[in-house]
C-alpha cells in the first residue's frame, strides 16, 4: 500500500446526515480524502470500526487519530483562511467542552436530522432503550400531579380528621 499524501476525514457513509454534512465540508476545501468507513481498510488508517461508527474520524499522515468535535476542528483547520479559524475556535479551552457536548447530541440525533435515516442510529438499540425510559419518564412526571391528588383527597391529614366532626 502507498503511504498517504493527505490526512484522512472518515465518516459514517451509511448515514445521509453524515454524508450530507461531508458533501458540505468538501465544498470548503480542506486538504484530506474523504473516506467512509464502511468503503475503507480502518486497519490501514489506524481508528477500529466501533470508533468510527461513533464518530467522525480524523487520521493525520503519521498516524495520530482525533474523533468527533476535534475531528471536524482538524478538517476546518486544513481548509486554510476563516474555517481555519473556525477549526481552532472549536478547540479553544472553554470552547472545546460545549463543541464536544453538541457533536455528541448532535451524533446521538442525527437519524432525526433532516437527511438522516434508521441507518444514522448510532446503536438502534440504545437508541430504543433511551426512547423507552423517557417515555416512562415523563409519563411518570404527567401522572405525579394526579397521584399527590388522590392521596391527598383519600388520606385526610390528622388536622382536617378531627375538624369534620367539629360542627
Same mark, same amino acid.
Given at each position: ?5 493527505? @490526512?484522512?476525514?472518515? +465518516?459514517?457513509?451509511?448515514? =445521509? ?85 453538541? +457533536?455528541?447530541?448532535?451524533? =446521538?440525533?442525527?437519524?432525526?436530522? @433532516? ?35 388522590? =392521596? ?16
Amino acid at each position: 500500500m502507498a503511504a498517504r499524501t493527505r @490526512p484522512a476525514l472518515i +465518516y459514517d457513509g451509511d448515514c =445521509a446526515f453524515c454524508t450530507s454534512s461531508v458533501r458540505l465540508l468538501e465544498r470548503i476545501g480542506p486538504e484530506a480524502e474523504m473516506v467512509a468507513w464502511q468503503q475503507t481498510d480502518l486497519g490501514a488508517l489506524g481508528p477500529s470500526e466501533e470508533a468510527a461508527s461513533a464518530a467522525v474520524q480524523w487520521v493525520e499522515i503519521d498516524g495520530t487519530t482525533r474523533s468527533g468535535h476535534q475531528a471536524v476542528a482538524a478538517a476546518l483547520g486544513s481548509a486554510g483562511g476563516v474555517w481555519a479559524l473556525a477549526g481552532r475556535a472549536l478547540v479553544a479551552p472553554g470552547i472545546s467542552p460545549i463543541a464536544a457536548g453538541a +457533536y455528541r447530541l448532535v451524533a =446521538a440525533n442525527r437519524h432525526r436530522l @433532516p437527511g438522516g435515516t434508521l441507518a444514522c442510529a448510532v446503536d438502534a438499540q440504545e437508541i430504543k432503550r433511551r426512547t423507552s425510559r423517557s417515555i416512562f419518564i415523563r409519563r411518570l412526571a404527567l401522572s405525579l400531579p394526579l397521584v399527590l391528588a388522590v =392521596a391527598w383527597i383519600c388520606w385526610p391529614s390528622r388536622k382536617r380528621s378531627s375538624t369534620r366532626g367539629s360542627m
